[in-house]
């Protein structure tokens, strides 16, 4: 094989290496739920973000992105739930993220998530703490 030719046998990342349940529910979610924020991401796979992002990044973001929802909306929630929550959330990170003057890109989300609980309680005050994080979606389900 010619030098400076990538090997093309395999591919290009590596599988993620499962380690619990909640990361192997929870890292496609938060995946998804960029995808929806940013436009820019549809056409990507999961493998192709979790190459542009890191996959320690992924799996750490996601378990306390999801940590955060969790224990704002209470346990027992479905996939779908888990996701429009996700969305929800995100659109606040973003809002927050625009308020201080960055643009929203996919490495200002990934680098302020640590802001999550703060965005979410701007766009609505309390309900994380009082664990009714859960009824800021209910509303857009019963529409459907």
Not at 130 to 143: F, H, N, R, W
């Amino acid at each position: 094989m010619p030098r400076g030719v990538p090997n093309a046998k395999g591919p290009s990342v590596e599988p993620i290496a499962i380690r619990s349940e909640q990361e192997e529910l929870y890292s496609p979610l938060f995946l998804q739920a960029l995808r929806d924020v940013l436009p820019s991401l549809k056409l990507y796979s999961d493998l192709q973000l979790i190459k542009k992002i890191g996959q320690e990044r992924v799996m750490d973001c996601s378990l306390e992105f999801f940590g955060f929802i969790v224990s704002g909306a209470g346990e027992g929630l479905r996939k779908n739930e888990l996701l429009a929550l996700a969305n929800q959330s995100l659109k606040c990170l973003t809002k927050y993220i625009q308020s201080m003057g960055t643009p929203v890109t996919l490495k200002t989300i990934i680098d302020h998530i640590g802001l999550l609980s703060e965005a979410v309680n701007r766009c609505y005050p309390g309900y994380a703490e009082s664990k009714l994080l859960k009824y800021t979606i209910l509303p857009q389900q019963a529409a459907q």
